[in-house]
T-cell receptor, first 115, second 114 residues
Framework: DGGITQSPKYLFRKEGQNVTLSCEQNLNHDAMYWYRQDPGQGLRLIYYSQIVNDFQKGDIAEGYSVSREKKESFPLTVTSAQKNPTAFYLC??????????????FGEGSWLTVV | GQNIDQPTEMTATEGAIVQINCTYQTSGFNGLFWYQQHAGEAPTFLSYNVLDGLEEKGRFSSFLSRSKGYSYLLLKELQMKDSASYLCAVRVLPLSGGSYIPTFGRGTSLIVHP
């Protein structure tokens, strides 16, 4: 089945550690996104990528980094510079980011907790 | 900047009809999405409106008025499983140009009771 796979589902990070969240899609989508969701809040955009080897900062990119070496993969690293990383992280993809309507589809999400 | 407003919480009775409103103030508007999100799960796509009018899909309908910056999601014959958060997202083109990126509202938590 086509879809977006995120791993791990649950992750615990110690203070000062970097952690990487995996996101893989087999939908042949060009665009991929990372959103963060805090309890009772909406989704805030961290980074997005329109095409392989290209990515752009979203509204809350500080303390995060990404790469897009393959079309299928868009991993997110939460660095030690991110002071409040405990949240629900959602990876998403869409066919593109042009003017034609392109629905965003989401992975199952990853819960990150700082211990 | 972009501003998207939704009520924080709504309650309704099983079998009833509920309307969830979304107002927005954005530039470069290119469509509005509605997503459903159950607690601890990923959002799932419900509807997309880019032209004015009503789109009906089973028990769910979505309406858009671009001139008023207004949309609503209408849920009919409510079921207990409809208890979830409903997210309004507006697809906008940044002033700096580039890509059409969905910007999400805070979501409306709908509680359906017997």
């Amino acid at each position: 089945d086509g879809g977006i796979t995120q791993s791990p589902k649950y992750l615990f990070r110690k203070e000062g550690q970097n952690v990487t969240l995996s996101c893989e899609q087999n939908l042949n989508h060009d665009a991929m996104y990372w959103y963060r969701q805090d309890p009772g809040q909406g989704l805030r955009l961290i980074y997005y990528s329109q095409i392989v080897n290209d990515f752009q900062k979203g509204d809350i990119a500080e303390g995060y980094s990404v790469s897009r070496e393959k079309k299928e993969s868009f991993p997110l690293t939460v660095t030690s510079a991110q002071k409040n990383p405990t949240a629900f992280y959602l990876c998403a993809s869409s066919a593109g980011t042009g003017p034609s309507g392109n629905t965003i589809y989401f992975g199952e999400g990853s819960w990150l907790t700082v211990v | 900047g972009q501003n998207i407003d939704q009520p924080t919480e709504m309650t309704a009775t099983e079998g009833a009809i509920v309307q969830i409103n979304c107002t927005y103030q954005t530039s470069g508007f290119n469509g509005l999405f509605w997503y459903q999100q159950h607690a601890g799960e990923a959002p799932t796509f419900l509807s997309y409106n880019v032209l004015d009018g009503l789109e009906e899909k089973g028990r769910f309908s979505s309406f858009l008025s671009r001139s008023k910056g207004y949309s609503y999601l209408l849920l009919k014959e409510l079921q207990m499983k409809d208890s979830a958060s409903y997210l309004c997202a507006v697809r906008v083109l940044p002033l700096s140009g580039g890509s059409y990126i969905p910007t999400f509202g805070r979501g409306t938590s709908l509680i359906v009771h017997p």
